[in-house]
């Protein structure tokens, strides 16, 4: 018999799916010179969808034939890439108007986008989840080749889809052999359905492999990791940003939605694969980044080493381990918007600030900003007392607690390593001299919000319970 959905537990993505349409139909019946109107429209548009999920918070169940779950992870992660992608416009506004990239098509593949991320956060089946992986991915597709007059952002996007079609390929394979040896798609029946079977689980490790490829390719994760430096690279600054941020999000929600919840019952099988993904990804991320002399570059194999401590958590398969993995994602999304944030702000016309030697002498010139790039760099490099310090020990203690010593020791070789090219950054600001006058042309309201971001980092080093705590309670 049929049931009528339960609209109000989805009722942010309703609203987000409501603000996407208006703004296409806005988009395709005004000309350019109302791009501001469009940019205001989708900052509102996303306030409107974070105060619903405030509005909302703490109501638990399933719709949709439940194919849909709102639980404490989905509010928090909804509520932080709604609250991340507002940051990320405001950052990209002075960048975008300045290129001419203020184009309608940014701001309603940045909505979509941020709808596919919502739907794969909420994802209680295997078909919600790929339809909102879907969604995700064709709309930052679309966003690293905006710039059309770009050679390099062309090769970025063709890179991007070619692999991203095959990751999905791979996930479609692995999730159609798990429907036909378990008979169901919604993950609570396969995680039944696993716990209570006892026969041969060889169709099922064989899923498991394509499985983890596409969340290693989503995530970047060595060695799936071949399209991430080159986007990075290629991809205008603010797509860049903003594929760096709230996309990690969603990713981890793959990961604990897929193993975390549907297949635990398999995780003597996924540990093997995610231990070597997370070694490989710490080993090689840290150190091909001390080569790089181009900032993005160096930022996007930061980002895979960073990958490969998330995955510590995970792995594990501890309650533990998932919440330290959760605080880790969200400190990190705060420091590589900070450090993005920073690249943009002394971009200009004519000027894409994304050398390292663009940054000589920044504290003579600007002191306050230089400040803020090296409290990010520290945060990034896990020094002490900053937040990145606290993500990084959480995930090491559980990787510890759960009896793996050795990888929790490269664990730790690892970070003293990438601590190097984070130093070497501050030491172009502080200790070379410019070659030119750097000048700043960003907005206000960007250099408030790129302050206060910082200061949270800060803030979250000094004071980190609260946000602990959260996270534990989620998975505890």
């Known amino acids: 018999m049929f049931q009528v959905p339960d609209m109000q537990l989805a009722l942010p993505e309703m609203l987000m799916l409501a603000i996407s349409c208006f703004l296409l139909l806005f988009v395709a019946f005004t000309s350019n010179k109302k791009m501001e109107w469009v940019h205001r429209f989708a900052i509102l548009g996303l306030f409107v969808t974070i105060l619903s ?76 989840l790929y339809l909102g992986l ?10 690293v080749a905006m710039q059309r007059d770009s050679v390099l952002a062309t ?58 490829i596409a969340i290693g390719f989503k995530f970047g994760a060595v ?3 071949m399209w991430l430096p080159d986007v990075y690279q290629g991809a205008p600054t603010a797509m860049t940003l903003f594929l760096a941020s709230a996309p990690k999000l969603a990713a981890f929600a793959l990961l604990i939605r897929l193993l975390g ?39 996007a ?31 990190y999304t ?16 004519g000027f894409e600030a994304e050398y390292i030697d663009d940054f000589k002498g920044l504290s003579s010139q ?21 937040a990145g310090f606290y993500a990084k020990l959480l995930v090491i203690k559980s990787v510890i607690d759960a009896d793996l010593f050795a990888v929790a020791i490269i664990a730790v070789m690892a970070s003293v390593v990438g601590a190097f090219y984070y130093l070497r950054i501050i030491k172009v600001m502080f200790f070379d001299q410019a070659e030119k006058a750097i000048t700043i042309e960003a907005s206000l309201m960007m250099k408030v919000i790129l302050s206060l971001n910082t200061f949270l980092v800060l803030a979250l080093g000094i004071f980190p319970g609260f946000l602990m705590s959260m996270s534990s309670r989620i998975f505890l």
């Not at 879907?134 to 966003?143: H, T």
């Not at 716990?195 to 983890?212: K, M, N, R």
């Not at 705060?334 to 016309?349: D, E, N, P, T, Y």
Request: aromatic share 12%; hydrophobic share 55%; net charge negative.
């Open 223 to 225: 060695p799936f990791h």
């Open 261 to 299: 919840e549907g297949l635990i019952d398999l995780h003597g099988y996924w540990q093997q694969m995610l231990i070597a993904m997370a070694v490989l990804s710490m080993i090689i991320g840290n150190v091909v980044a001390i080569a790089q002399s181009n900032l993005k570059r160096m930022l």
């Open 334 to 349: 705060l420091m590589v918007l900070g450090a993005f944030g920073v690249i943009l702000l002394l971009s200009k016309q």
């Open 301 to 331: 194999y930061s980002t895979i080493s960073h990958v490969g401590f998330l995955l510590l958590g995970v792995l594990t398969g501890s309650d533990q381990g998932f919440a330290a993995s959760l605080f880790y994602i969200l400190i």
């Open 366 to 386: 600007h002191p306050w900003f230089a400040l803020l790039m090296l409290i990010l760099m520290f945060s990034m490099a896990g020094i002490p007392p900053l």
């Open 134 to 143: 879907e969604l995700m991915s064709l709309c930052l597709y679309a966003l």
């Open 155 to 212: 090769e970025a996007a063709m890179k991007y889809f070619i692999l991203g079609a095959i990751a999905s390929g791979m996930l479609l394979y692995g999730m159609s052999i798990i429907y036909g040896v378990t008979g169901s798609l919604a993950l609570v029946d396969i995680a039944t359905y696993i716990h209570s079977s006892s026969g041969d689980e060889t169709l099922l490790s064989f899923a498991l492999v394509f499985i983890v």
């Open 53 to 128: 999920i405030v509005l909302s918070w703490g109501q638990t169940g399933q719709t949709f034939s439940s194919t849909y779950i709102k639980d404490p992870l989905s509010d928090l992660l909804k509520l932080s890439i709604c609250l991340l992608n507002v940051i990320v416009l405001i950052y990209s506004y002075s960048y975008l108007k300045a290129r001419q990239l203020m184009q309608g098509e940014f701001y309603v593949l940045a909505m979509f986008a941020t709808l596919g991320m919502m739907i794969m956060v909420s994802a209680a089946h295997f078909i919600t």
